[in-house]
């Protein structure tokens, strides 16, 4: 019964997690692309800008409200789930958080007089409040990232008999895996959501390759996208290096490796079997995990079998799940080039194989956030704060948590349902299609 | 040197004050959603609405202050509350989660009657809903019933620390509370006088119902709480002001002088938080877990303070700029008043 419950609490979190991140990020990266519509629009003049602008920002208003109260089902469920987890990291993790609370403050209000205050602003003053609230966005994920980032990278405090003493805050906001996951999360918005939006501008330009409204769309959402799909590589490199020192046992999950050697494989694909500790149908790079993990050809990587199998986190899912991260991490790099050299020759949208490319590409990038977050959680377990508190131990005593699971999943299935249907029937279905402008 | 957990809980208080006069009066909206009636019901509708939407979202966040606040600096009282009173937080929170998508989909969505009407329906269902069982969770920190170890069979942990006459009548406070705080708030935002005549008659009522379910909640609290309410040194000054503010609130509605009633209720609305937060001084959960006990280490707080105090000088001139373009009676709509226009 008390597993059972174990499950149902991690499933709740996991749901609720993966759900706000959707939103969380849209909400990052959607009001960088309203404000470059605008800013065009106020250099150019040109009707397609201001149209989109005012689209994008009607997303953005749907989305981040659903954010926004699905970000504080996540503060509250902290507790509510995790309450000897909370009571102990509460004053560890509570400053950024509380910067967090302050910089999501600045986004709900910049957003409120951005959205309503189309007709009352001066130009600048408006453009002003879609700059806030874009950098309130990046700000708060950053903020809130660091607060992640402690769980698997714990430090500013010492345990005596049982209790977290000598609490330095700053310790623990800038602990070791803070920068990387910061980088990798922004971003993973940009290239994720940047995609994502040009993707849908793809197939209606597949459909219309003059459309002006269209191109444009299609531009600032590559530009949001793409460079940092380009960078995101060398971010996830980094990322690796930091988890490989302070979490071996998630890096080794994550890349199917068993034994503990020297110039240890990087495996690409495979499926783990955690029964015979091997990961077949894997390609394999002799020395390319060692140098990955510590730049060195003859570094030995521990394995698996040399941590005691309790502490094992589930190997197969978080191998898999990194596998998929990384493959789409690198298509989209890829996109980055090929969309670099079209540019170059001024043929971004005449090559049909692009356009479908990247209309393809639509979800990749939400698929690998959902992904890499999989990794991040999962490749923790059995721990809540990495070596310091198992999440058993964290889990709250109510019984019957299969309630509160059921009920959030069922409100959340409802609320992507009419997310979606909205936004095809407020944002995409009436945009213009024609080419008169 | 004020001690730092009286502080820091001064500054609780008061994020939880901005939460009620503003978070508040945005559920009381809700309410009056819910309940608008007569031949302006299509327009009061329309009003709420209007007044709701550029700000609840920068409203909504004061609570998530509070509770940044709560698990940072009084950790162990976060961990309490959220595991003994799992279940009301729970439908606070699907109610925040259905309010504000509501909203959205209501304002963002097709024109298309039935969808207004269903998420209409859900909007002020969910904020009537909500503050009932934030008032429920005051009460029941309040009445002293929460266990102090889960021990025990799911109910008597559970549910019935909760579930007493006392709590729910607090819930019910709150509800009547923040609908008599809109509907004082609402006379302002009216476009007409048929509509103001509307909100003041609703003012007036839920301002009267305020008071008997005051009453009520005094009556059924127990004898310490009372005592606290009642006796203590601050009580009887206290309890003149609140008294006086709401006669005052009265009066002002009465002679439809609706700013000087808005700052009336307002007051009023701070005084009986303030009163609660005395009466419940030094406890964070009645009668077992202090503020004291409940802190985090000194640093931490001195440090949350710090953070608190530099937040507030970025966030008070936005706010403030939030405020004054979208006050009451500055908010035509853009569209029906292109004069404003660039």
Same mark, same amino acid.
């Given at each position: ?29 959607? *009001? ?89 602003? &001066? ?109 995101? *590589?060398? &971010? ?43 990961? *077949?149908?894997?390609?394999?790079? *002799? ?64 090559? &049909? ?85 | ?82 595991? @003994? ?17 509501? !909203?959205? !989909? ?25 503050? !009932? ?8 920190? =309040? ?43 609402? =006379? ?61 609130? !009265? ?29 419940? @001084? ?61």
């Amino acid at each position: 019964m008390g597993d059972l419950n174990l499950l149902y609490a991690r499933w709740q979190m996991g749901l609720s997690l993966a759900f706000h991140i959707v939103f969380a990020v849209i909400g990052m990266a959607m *009001p960088v692309m309203m404000v470059a519509a605008e800013v065009a629009w106020l250099r150019t003049g040109r009707p397609e800008y201001i149209d989109l602008a005012q689209r994008w920002a009607r997303g953005t208003a749907i989305l981040f409200a659903v954010g926004a109260v699905s970000g504080t089902v996540l503060s509250f469920e902290l507790g509510l789930l995790w309450p000897a987890f909370m009571e102990a990291a509460g004053p560890l993790i509570g400053m950024p958080f509380s910067l967090e609370g302050f910089a999501f403050f600045l986004e709900a209000i910049f957003l409120g007089i951005y959205l309503y205050g189309w007709q009352k602003l &001066s130009p600048a003053a408006h453009v002003f409040a879609g700059v806030v609230v874009s950098l309130g966005g990046a700000l708060s994920g950053a903020f809130v990232v660091t607060a992640n980032a402690w769980m698997n990278t714990p430090a500013g405090f010492r345990i005596e008999n049982g209790q977290f003493v000598d609490i330095d805050p700053f310790a623990a906001m800038f602990n070791p895996a803070a920068g990387t996951q910061v980088v990798h999360m922004l971003l993973a918005a940009y290239a994720a959501v940047g995609v994502g939006v040009a993707g849908i501008h793809a197939r209606l330009l597949l459909r219309d390759r003059q459309s002006p409204f269209h191109r444009r769309a299609f531009v600032i959402a590559l530009l949001v996208g793409l460079p940092a799909s380009l960078l995101q *590589p060398l &971010s996830g490199d980094w990322a690796g290096r930091v988890v490989a020192r302070s979490q071996p046992a998630k890096f080794a999950a994550l890349e199917g490796h068993f034994e503990t050697e020297s110039y240890a494989p990087l495996r690409i694909g495979g499926i783990p079997d955690t029964e015979t500790g091997q990961t *077949p149908y894997a390609i394999e790079i *002799p020395g390319g995990l060692s140098l990955l993990a510590h730049g060195d050809l003859a570094a030995p990587v521990t394995g698996l079998n040399d941590i005691p199998r309790e502490l094992w986190p589930p190997v197969t899912a978080v191998h898999i799940a990194f596998q998929v991260m990384v493959a789409i991490g690198m298509w989209l790099a890829f996109l980055a080039i090929w969309a670099a050299v079209l540019w170059w020759r001024k043929r971004l949208f005449e090559s &049909s194989a692009f356009l479908k490319a990247v209309f393809w590409s639509t979800p990749l990038g939400f698929i690998a956030i959902e992904a890499g977050w999989t990794v991040t959680e999962l490749g923790r377990q059995p721990w809540i704060i990495q070596g310091v508190m198992r999440t058993s131990e964290a889990v709250t005593p109510m019984p019957g948590l299969v309630v509160p699971f059921v009920l959030f999943t069922l409100l959340y299935v409802g609320l992507a349902a009419v997310v979606i249907m909205l936004i095809r029937r407020t944002v995409l279905e009436t945009a213009p299609t024609g080419r008169a402008q | 040197m004020i001690d730092a957990v009286v502080l820091l809980s001064v500054v609780l208080v008061l994020s939880l004050t901005a939460y009620a006069l503003l978070g508040g009066a945005d559920y009381g909206g809700g309410l009056w959603d819910l309940l608008a009636s007569g031949p302006t019901a299509v327009r009061q509708r329309a009003t709420i609405a209007h007044a709701i939407g550029p700000v609840w979202e920068a409203n909504h966040v004061w609570l998530i202050v509070a509770i940044v606040i709560v698990f940072t600096g009084f950790p162990r009282a976060f961990a309490e509350v959220s595991t @003994y009173l799992h279940v009301p937080l729970l439908l606070v929170l699907i109610g925040i989660v259905l309010r504000g998508s509501a !909203f959205v !989909f209501r304002a963002y969505g097709p024109d298309d009657p039935r969808h207004e009407r269903l998420w209409s329906r859900v909007f002020a269902m969910a904020s009537t809903a909500t503050p !009932f069982f934030l008032g429920v969770i005051v009460g029941a920190l =309040t009445e002293g019933r929460l266990p102090a170890s889960p021990q025990g069979s799911f109910t008597s942990v559970y549910l019935t620390p909760w579930l007493t006459p006392f709590s729910l009548s607090v819930g019910l406070f709150a509800l009547v509370l923040f609908g008599y705080l809109a509907a004082v708030y609402l =006379t302002l935002e009216a476009h007409d006088a048929h509509e103001r005549a509307a909100f003041r008659l609703r003012a007036l009522l839920s301002g009267a119902a305020a008071g008997v379910v005051a009453a009520l909640v005094l009556l059924l609290a127990a004898s310490d709480v009372r005592g606290a309410l009642i006796a203590s040194a601050w009580a009887v000054p206290l309890h003149v002001a609140t008294g006086a503010s709401a006669l005052a609130a !009265f009066a002002f509605l009465w002679v439809e002088r609706y700013e000087l009633a808005r700052l009336a209720a307002a007051t009023q609305v701070v005084l009986i938080l303030w009163g609660w937060a005395l009466a419940q @001084y030094p406890y964070a959960i009645r009668p077992h877990l202090t503020l004291t006990d409940a802190a985090a280490p000194v640093n931490v707080q001195v440090l949350l303070l710090q953070i608190l105090g530099v937040g507030a000088v970025v966030l008070v001139p936005s706010l403030l700029y939030l405020f004054g373009i979208f006050g009451p009676r500055g908010n035509q709509d853009p569209n029906e008043n292109p004069s404003i226009s660039h």
